[in-house]
């Protein structure tokens, strides 16, 4: 009976380790030396919408550090991670607002909550962050919980993803409003997020879907701009 038992542990912990193992190699992959690569997504609903995420995966760190980009190039946000034995967790995250004479202003947060991306992450989990840009003081909430995995079409090639219900909440703490969306995520096997589908309560869809992988150079030849 003690053998049987212990064999059942066992295949229940080698299940869990492939799960764990399975959902992280959907996230954006870490090699053995640092790495640079700008993802290009486009809005399947309006091709003038384009961003560009730059991600530095660092070995040695652990860490993933992801720029985000507008259509003209103005970087929107910075976004750090650490690669755990549990998953993705924020450590650092910045928004870029313009102020009234044009000028670039950094908008640092404070981390509330830090799971990003848990690899066997069966139950919802959330990040959250709390700053002041001009607008006043406000919190930003996302919840994100698994949903199976699913065949995509994304700009022509058909990738097997892991599917997100990923829920936002964006509180203005000085008036005491509340903004929320949803969205579904999908993340490919060694690629990271190939497309996600952003609903508002408008009505309005966005359908950002990953249209090619930039070099650094590529990226600097294209927006006319040196990297720092």
């Not at 929107?76 to 998953?87: A, L, P, Q, R």
Request: glycine share 4%; charged share 30%.
């Amino acid at each position: 009976m003690n053998k049987i038992l212990n064999l059942l542990i066992l295949t229940f912990v080698i299940s869990s380790c492939n799960a764990q193992d399975n959902l992280k190699e959907y996230y954006y992959p870490i090699t053995n030396k640092k790495e640079v690569n700008i993802y290009k997504y486009q809005d399947k609903n309006d091709s003038s919408r384009v961003e560009y995420w730059k991600v530095t995966t660092d070995p040695k760190k652990n860490e993933i550090l992801t720029e985000s980009f507008t259509t003209d190039f103005s970087l929107y946000n910075v976004f750090k991670e650490k690669i755990t034995e549990k998953g993705a967790e924020l450590i650092d995250y910045k928004d870029y607002q313009k102020n009234d004479s044009g000028k670039l202003i950094e908008i640092q947060a404070k981390i509330l909550n830090k799971d990003v991306y848990i690899w066997n992450g069966e139950n919802k989990y959330q990040y959250s962050v709390q700053y002041k840009n001009k607008y006043g003081n406000e919190q930003f909430i996302k919840d994100r919980q698994k949903k199976g995995f699913e065949k995509i079409d994304v700009n022509g090639t058909e990738y097997s993803t892991v599917k997100f219900l990923d829920e936002y909440v964006i509180k203005l703490l000085d008036s005491n409003e509340i903004y929320e969306f949803y969205q579904l995520t999908f993340y490919s096997k060694g690629k990271g997020m190939v497309e996600y589908r952003r609903y508002h309560p408008n009505g309005a869809i966005i359908e950002l879907e990953l249209m090619e992988i930039l070099t650094q150079a590529e990226f600097e030849k294209l927006s006319g701009k040196k990297s720092q």
